[in-house]
């Protein structure tokens, strides 16, 4: 049986997190090195992009998707910080009405402990979209273009220009990025006025509005298999309650490693080495990444 890699002490501005296992192969179809991009790779990412993804997450409840044994095992819906976490990471607690239950999630205020949660195995980061000074008020509204197995970017592309029309019609400012799959993320800020019931209502007209503004590329049928599977479904229903997608920044849970990245370009699928680049380049008059690997133990 092959030893395990030493663990490796990283340097995130005042703390440091150790990472074990950090030659674990997670992404195999990837090229960075012979095998595929490994945690510590995850964790350089990570570090690059630091400002973007504490910012997408910076004071929400967040979701940890792990893989503790890698992308070949099973993933883990993680809501609780798990006990023996380091004394400085902060957290959100939310109640569950359904079962009567609290949750402590983890809440992003710096980076380290976006490296701590890669730690423990998280590769995806999925906040809610309302942050912890009042969690019942959503201040993002999420609108999700979601591709039918059929249907293709162009398509995607075709309903975001629809729906870039009806927010500029609205006065309203919609912020896209890829999914890190198939599809189109757009967010856009709002008052924290409203619960989660009345912004889902309001995503929902959104969204039959975009159906009928192009019938033949939209749906808002919720049961998948009454979908045409060459349109996009307009998924209103990110915006209710504890439902939440991939950050901003946030690596997905696939073989390629691909990113859900805020966008100007045409591109589906970036992967964890292009948005690493691309990041790295737009903070080269910042100065160096926050991150620096201080020992092997």
């Not at 998707?65 to 006990?83: I, N, S």
């Amino acid at each position: 049986m092959a030893s395990s890699s030493p663990a490796v002490e990283i340097e995130v501005d005042s703390r440091v997190v150790r990472v074990t296992n950090p030659e674990r192969v997670y992404f195999p179809a990837t090229k960075e090195g012979q095998s595929g991009a490994t945690k510590l790779d995850l964790v350089e990412y990570y570090l690059a992009v630091g400002d973007g993804i504490v910012n997408a997450l910076f004071e929400r409840p967040c979701m940890l998707h792990r893989f503790p044994k890698g992308l070949a095992g099973d993933k883990v819906h993680q809501k609780r910080v798990p006990a023996g976490a380091p004394p400085w990471l902060e957290t959100v607690r939310l109640h569950f009405p359904r079962w009567n239950r609290t949750a402590d999630e983890l809440c992003v205020t710096e980076l380290a402990s976006v490296i701590w949660a890669v730690q423990m195995s998280t590769v995806e980061f999925h906040p809610w979209n309302s942050r912890r000074a009042d969690t019942e008020s959503p201040d993002e509204w999420r609108i999700d273009l979601d591709p039918g197995p059929l249907c293709d970017f162009a398509t995607v592309q075709r309903v975001a220009g629809v729906v870039h029309e009806v927010l500029d019609e609205l006065g309203a400012v919609g912020y896209p990025k890829t999914s890190g799959s198939k599809g189109l993320h757009v967010y856009v800020r709002i008052p924290p006025d409203h619960g989660f019931k009345d912004v889902r209502r309001a995503a929902l007209a959104f969204a039959r509005e975009v159906e009928r503004r192009a019938p033949s590329d939209v749906t808002t049928t919720w049961w998948r298999k009454d979908r045409d599977p060459a349109a996009v479904f307009v998924d209103y229903n990110q915006n209710a309650r504890d439902h939440t997608i991939a950050a901003a920044y946030s690596v997905r849970g696939n073989p390629e490693g691909t990113v859900s990245t805020p966008i100007r370009v045409r591109s589906a699928r970036l992967r964890i080495a292009e948005a690493r680049r691309r990041r790295t380049r737009a903070r080269a008059a910042v100065g160096p990444t926050p991150g620096t690997r201080t020992s092997n133990s």
